[in-house]
């Protein structure tokens, strides 16, 4: 365990927490009653979402895009949650600044630029130069940056990942990546699977199927980048808040999956031991 981070000196920014598996960090981290700084686009969204008259929750509002926004929200900040993303295909939440026709969306996968140059907050926008953006204005103490990445980084050829990636999801992902493991921050880099359970935020066909693991499945960690399934965001959200207390998952990249029968309790100690 690591006495650190139940210190009173901690504040801990979850960027992203307004999105589904943000939004689980945020509950969880306040279950455990640890200082929360809301790091958000839209103070509407967080006012909706949260009674965060009744907790200890400090909103900044800012954009991944812009550092002085990060800049003022990084003031205290002990350990960082950092769930953003958008959608791997193109769609509203890339902002575009023109609508782009079928044809450049075909074009595109083979020319990246051609959407890149329309889309304020596309893959590369948000995945990569965002994520960089927040590791290069993070304090130099921090005791860690928690990431949330994806699996099929390393398997970007394979199908199904190389449809996911036919917009550079994957590639910016683990520009991200990269970036992090290379800052010198201690990190934990975790990477689910499709998500399952709600609050279901993405445009997939889990979230059309509403899927669900029921509480049933269990956590199953793997590295390496070889496990493939579902990944329950209630699960993914813990993961990222329970490992801030072992020093097992200091720089360390791993995939999280829900398969199997689940256990009574997850022994989280248990599985980090294993990375
Ligand atoms: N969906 C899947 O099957 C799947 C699979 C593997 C990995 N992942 C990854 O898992 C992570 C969590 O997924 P999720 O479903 O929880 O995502 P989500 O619901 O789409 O949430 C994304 C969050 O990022 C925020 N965001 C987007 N652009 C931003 C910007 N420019 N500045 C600041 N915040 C920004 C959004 O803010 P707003 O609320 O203001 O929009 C939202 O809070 C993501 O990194 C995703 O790529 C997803």
Known sequence: MNPVVNSSENMILVVG??????????????AKNLPVRIFTRNRDKVNQMFNHENHQVDIAIGDIRESDTITSAMVNVTSI?????????????????TSPNFIDVALSIFNRDILEGKAKNSPMKVDSEGVKRLVS?????????????????LRKNEFPFKILNLFGVLDAKKQGEDFLINSGIPYTIIRPARLIDGPYTSSDLNTLLQATTNGKLNVVLGTGDQISGESSRIDVAAACVESLFYETTVNKVFEIVNQGERTNTIDWERLFSQL
């Open 17 to 30: 927490a307004t999105g589904g598996v943000g939004q689980l960090v945020v509950g969880k981290l306040l």
């Open 81 to 97: 949650i950092c769930c953003t993303g958008t959608s791997a295909f193109p769609s509203d939440k890339w902002q575009f600044t």
């Open 137 to 153: 204005l993070a304090p130099k103490n921090l005791h860690r940056f928690v990431l949330v990445s994806s699996c099929g980084i």
